[in-house]
Structure formats: structure tokens, C-alpha cells
């Protein structure tokens, strides 16, 4: 097994990511040109990055959190931010990215008008309840 990067991760281009719903932690690490263990860490520093477990406890990235993987070590690794640095930055652009609420409407007048995309893909909010309740439980024991 070769140990040398990949050629987009010395390049600084973004890698073509396969069009795949879950990809394990070695293929995000191979696309991302940085070791298992930096995503590990990168898991307890970052609250988005969150993968799911599969049964056998195998972690799986969705495309959202390998684009999020990419854009960590772009900060990280190219624009030389801190880890702190890093997450403030993630977390006012995602802050940014919220939904406002228009002009003469309350922030849950405005939430209102949104709850029905809740259930516009119920797999997707059931398995967002599945994992909080899992967290729940994990706290729990």
C-alpha cells in the first residue's frame, strides 16, 4: 500500500468527490490526503462533523461531511487558521447561511412559515431524531 499523498492534496485543488451516499474513514482520508486519526481529532473539535455509526460501529461520512472534511483542511492546512480559528469561522458562516426572518415578522412567526420543511423528507428527520435520541441514551448510561 503506497503511503504517498494523493496529487490533488499537494496541488491545493479540491478532489472529485464519487457520487455516493456514505463513504468510510479511509476513503475520506485518501480524499482529503490527511491520516485516520487527523479526522478522529477533527470530530472532537468540529460539532458539524459528525458521522454516523453503522451497526458494527464503522464510522460513515455523508457527501456534507466530506465537503466539510475539505473545506476544515483548506483553513486549516492553506489559509494557516487556527483550530479555534477554524470553528468560529465555520460557525459564523453557517450562522450567516440560517434563514432570516423578513422584515415586520418575529424570528418564530418567520420559523413558522419553515416548519413544514421539517417533514418534506421524513427519513431525513427521523434519522436526525434516531441520533439525538442515541445521544440521549449514550449520555444516559
Request: net charge positive; hydrophobic share 35%; proline share 6%.
Amino acid at each position: 500500500m503506497s503511503t504517498s499523498m494523493p496529487e490533488h492534496a499537494l496541488s491545493g485543488e479540491r478532489p472529485e468527490i464519487p457520487d455516493k451516499l456514505y463513504f468510510r474513514i479511509g476513503e475520506v482520508s485518501r480524499l482529503a490526503g490527511i491520516k485516520p486519526y487527523v479526522l478522529r481529532f477533527w470530530e472532537t473539535e468540529f460539532s458539524s462533523l459528525g458521522p454516523k455509526k453503522s451497526g458494527k460501529g464503522h464510522r460513515l461520512y455523508r457527501r456534507k461531511d466530506v465537503e466539510l472534511v475539505l473545506e476544515i483542511k483548506r483553513l486549516l492546512y492553506e489559509k494557516r487558521y487556527t483550530i479555534e480559528g477554524a470553528r468560529k469561522y465555520l460557525e459564523s458562516r453557517s450562522r450567516e447561511s440560517a434563514p432570516k426572518a423578513p422584515e415586520g415578522m418575529t424570528k418564530s412567526a418567520a420559523a413558522g412559515n419553515h416548519q413544514g420543511d421539517l417533514f418534506r423528507n421524513p427519513n431525513a428527520a427521523l434519522e436526525e431524531i434516531r441520533k439525538e435520541l442515541k445521544e440521549i441514551l449514550a449520555l444516559l448510561d
